[in-house]
């Protein structure tokens, strides 16, 4: 890696020249953690047992090499995590719950039907997030879980919300770090509604309910988490943005930011301000949308750049949760968890790369015209060569020698299956 390490050389230079120290940048780099999420590496499938999704949920393509059971899944998750630098978590669903076979509803789940996971998040020593499941699920199907008027339905979905909660603090615990554990329903209405009330005050008091078990934060951080629209509540959603942040707000949560539930010209960098101005912390959903809420493999955009930028320069990394959610069945499911995690973490180093106090000064300085000659410039400067000196000292492939690995284990496992 003779050339690595000279190319790395100029580019520390470089940096020092306009005041950023590279060392430095890797160092916190390596400490800012990323959740991958568990449904990239099988379509969203979970091990219930095979039904079709629903709740506005779409995966499109039929890549071979999906994996079919937890082990399998673990096993591609291994792979992706050693191709990606880093500090790392594993986000998980409720209906990845490992039951050994019995029927076991959603609303009677419990810790020990992820001991599984987290014997292997142990073995790792990364952490874990959880999401509840409402979706996919015969009461899932009339459109309305925690806001349905259906009293029977609705309390169902509640103590679904409890159990996951206790799942979650249960990870927290054995693993030493807080569990985020996220709450999104995909509860809405195809056509314009006549009410749009009753269902939001049915899911304030459904959220009440949940959240009334006092669970430590040392364990668990509970998250809420918005969509603009999904298939099937085209016009009408009750989990809106505004109801969430005035939830969270209220109740002291972390508010969910999913840069694919907004609208197409809405950008969620320029929510982390304005949300953090008034809560402690929040959960990013870091996904990449083509026209909707598609769900396509985060890259290296303008919008992941901006993301970075607002979490770094504002010095946010211990007030943002970063997670990934997308899911692609149309490429090697292994290679999207790959890309996907390497992008937002060049996005971030690439933010740690700027002369914050520089640009802030020529700002409060009102000097225009240096920010954005600065900030154009800094465009062309050597990042490239930092990450991949970044790479070499975080023992993982540099360059697209990672995509070497992959097309092996597709040759060699993913094809058998």
């Not at 707000?249 to 953090?276: M, Q, R, W, Y």
């Not at 919008?303 to 149309?330: K, M, N, P, T």
Request: hydrophobic share 40%; with cysteine.
């Amino acid at each position: 890696m003779k050339n690595v390490d000279k190319a790395y050389e100029l580019a520390r230079e470089r940096y020092a020249e306009i005041g950023v120290d590279t060392d430095a940048a890797m160092a916190k780099l390596a400490e800012i953690p990323i959740s991958l999420h568990c449904w990239q590496g099988d379509d969203v499938g979970g091990f219930e047992g095979s039904r079709e999704l629903t709740g506005g949920i779409q995966v499109t393509g039929n890549y071979p090499g999906k994996a079919r059971t937890p082990s399998e899944l673990r096993q591609d998750l291994d792979l992706a995590m050693n191709m990606i630098p880093g500090k790392q978590r594993l986000n998980i669903h409720a209906i990845y719950a490992e039951t050994d076979g019995e029927k076991v509803e959603r609303n009677q789940l419990e810790p020990g039907h992820f001991s599984n996971w987290i014997d292997w998040a142990k073995q790792r020593g990364i952490g874990l997030d959880f999401n509840g499941s409402f979706f996919s699920h015969p009461l899932a199907d009339a459109g309305a879980t925690l806001s349905s008027a259906d009293a029977g339905i609705r309390n169902f979905w509640i103590e679904h919300g409890m159990a996951c909660r206790r799942i979650g603090a249960a990870m927290g615990k054995a693993l030493g770090a807080p569990a985020v554990t996220n709450i999104w329903i995909p509860d809405g209405s195809k056509d314009i509604p006549v009410d749009r009330l009753a269902p939001r005050l049915r899911l304030k008091d459904s959220l009440d309910r949940i959240l009334s078990e006092k669970i430590d934060s040392r364990h668990n951080l509970d998250a809420v988490e918005c969509k603009l629209f999904g298939i099937g509540s085209e016009s009408y959603v009750v989990g809106s943005h505004e109801f969430y942040m005035g939830y969270a707000v209220k109740n002291n949560l972390l508010l969910c930011l999913d840069a694919g539930h907004f609208h197409p010209t809405e950008i969620i960098s320029d929510k982390i301000t304005s949300a953090l101005t008034f809560l402690p912390e929040i959960l990013l959903h870091v996904s990449r949308g083509v026209r909707w809420d598609s769900d396509h493999v985060v890259i290296l955009n303008d919008e992941l750049y901006a993301i970075a930028q607002e979490i770094i320069r504002h010095d946010f990394c211990g007030r943002v949760h970063i997670g990934l959610d997308y899911f692609d069945a149309s490429i090697n499911r292994v290679a999207a968890w790959v890309i996907g995690c390497r992008a937002m973490n060049k996005a971030l180093l690439s933010a740690l790369l700027e002369p914050v106090a520089k640009l802030r000064k020529l700002e409060c300085d009102g000097d225009f015209t240096s920010r954005l000659a600065i900030l154009e410039e800094l465009k062309s400067m050597p990042s490239g060569a930092v990450w991949d000196y970044y790479c070499t000292k975080q023992q993982v492939p540099v360059g697209e020698a990672w995509l070497r690995e992959v097309k092996s284990y597709e040759a060699n496992v993913l094809s058998k299956r």
